[in-house]
T-cell receptor
């Protein structure tokens, strides 16, 4: 059974650019959640996808958007990058009746210069 | 606004010590409380607690939830250097299984 994998591991962008982060969920998991973790803080919920539909969103502006594909993998897109978007972006997957146990990937470290 | 507060924010102990990490919460529509260990990047799941007073145990780690007083504790006995990590407490809120996290407790275990 493969775990949650994210790509890329590191990314450097400049202000105003756009970025796409990718996540492959754990085998058999149909729900993917994205979190932003700033340095020294706990992860903050961005949004969740269940069976290709957005299923809840945190306090993030519309320039944060996502997709989930039929194989349950997911993308996080961020437009018009700002310096404060620099953070570790974590993807977590969960499944079925144990949806609330979310299993995390190692994250993508995004630096915005 | 949902809130999860962990204390202490950091802790330094010696190998063999016992530590207690605290997590209090104020949320609407509580469903469960989860503990994670974050060593470098990926938080790894430790426990999920849904009922008051029932201790969950895994080796030297244990945790308990008090839904009346709205807090949980994570105990680690006979600490080892490999226990050094950030311990995150998260509360599952609402029908979409959103997790609201605390800031974490940075535990450093010195030899």
């Amino acid at each position: 059974e493969t775990g949650v994998t994210q790509s890329p591991t590191h990314l450097i962008k400049t202000r105003g650019q756009q970025v796409t982060l990718r996540c492959s969920s754990q085998s058999g998991h149909n729900t993917v959640s994205w979190y932003q973790q700033a340095l020294g803080q706990g992860p903050q919920f961005i949004f969740q996808y269940y069976r290709e539909e957005e299923n809840g969103r945190g306090n993030f502006p519309p320039r944060f958007s996502g997709l989930q594909f039929p194989n349950y993998s997911s993308e996080l897109n961020v437009n018009a990058l700002e310096l404060d978007d620099s953070a570790l972006y974590l993807c977590a997957s969960s499944q079925g009746e144990a949806k609330n146990i979310q299993y995390f990937g190692a994250g993508t470290r995004l630096s915005v210069l | 606004e949902d809130k999860v507060v962990q204390s202490p924010l950091s802790l330094v102990v010696h190998e063999g010590d016992t530590v207690t990490l605290n997590c209090s919460y104020e949320v609407t529509n509580f469903r469960s409380l989860l503990w994670y260990k974050q060593e470098k990047k990926a938080p790894t799941f430790l426990f999920m607690l849904t009922s008051s007073g029932i201790e969950k145990k895994s080796g030297r780690l244990s945790s308990i939830l008090d839904k009346k007083e709205l807090f949980s504790i994570l105990n680690i006995t006979a600490t080892q250097t490999g226990d050094s990590a950030v311990y995150l407490c998260a509360v599952e809120v609402g029908s979409n299984y959103k997790l609201t996290f605390g800031k974490g407790t940075l535990l450093t275990v010195n030899p």
